[in-house]
């Protein structure tokens, strides 16, 4: 699915599948308040989102707070939701499920603040996230990514 997703005619990454299914989500999978969603249809997995606590001290934070202004990073960075992977498979797409996952994602989530990097080109993606309400902090953070915040205006969990 997450191959499906990111190899999709437009999208020029190369999926690395097996490091996703064998390394990064069973590494994140262990994260502080890890929330994963699925959609199926037919008993068949059509799209997935997820995230976790992030917290300083950890690879993607510390990478982002030393591309950001130190003002950004302190508002914005450590006790954050972060959402991690977004995709719903291509033949499913554009009929609103990347939304529903993502509004189920947040869903009743203590945290004040969510982040995520997107592409900082025109796409569905950031589209996306724009329309459910994410600013744009930063749109380029230098390495074709653009990082985008959510203030859910919820008093802090954690
Ligand atoms: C980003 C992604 C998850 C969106 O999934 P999706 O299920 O297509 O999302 P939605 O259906 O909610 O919205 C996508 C578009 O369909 C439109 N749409 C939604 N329901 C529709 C309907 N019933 N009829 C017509 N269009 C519709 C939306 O308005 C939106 O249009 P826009 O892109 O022009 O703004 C999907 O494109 C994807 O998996 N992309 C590859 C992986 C990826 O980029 N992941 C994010 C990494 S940051």
Do not use: K
């Not at 950004?72 to 939304?99: K, M, S, Y």
């Not at 744009?136 to 990082?147: E, R």
Request: charged share 25%; aromatic share 10%.
């Amino acid at each position: 699915m997450f191959a499906a997703a990111f190899s999709a005619p437009g999208y020029d990454d190369e999926p690395d599948a097996e490091h996703f299914a064998t390394d990064q989500l069973p590494t994140h999978a262990d994260r502080e308040d890890f929330r994963l969603v699925t959609a199926r249809a037919d008993g068949r997995l059509t799209g997935f989102a997820y995230g976790f606590t992030g917290r300083r001290g950890q690879w993607w934070p510390d990478r982002i707070a030393e591309a950001v202004s130190a003002e950004l990073a302190d508002a914005w960075i450590g006790g954050h939701f972060e959402v991690v992977e977004l995709a719903v498979r291509p033949d499913a797409q554009r009929n609103g499920l990347g939304t529903e996952l993502m509004t189920a994602l947040l869903s009743g989530l203590p945290h004040r603040r969510a982040l995520l990097t997107t592409y900082s080109d025109d796409r569905p993606a950031p589209r996306l996230y724009r329309r459910l309400g994410w600013q744009v902090l930063v749109p380029d953070l230098g390495w074709g990514s653009a990082l985008y915040g959510l203030d859910r205006g919820v008093p802090e969990g954690r």
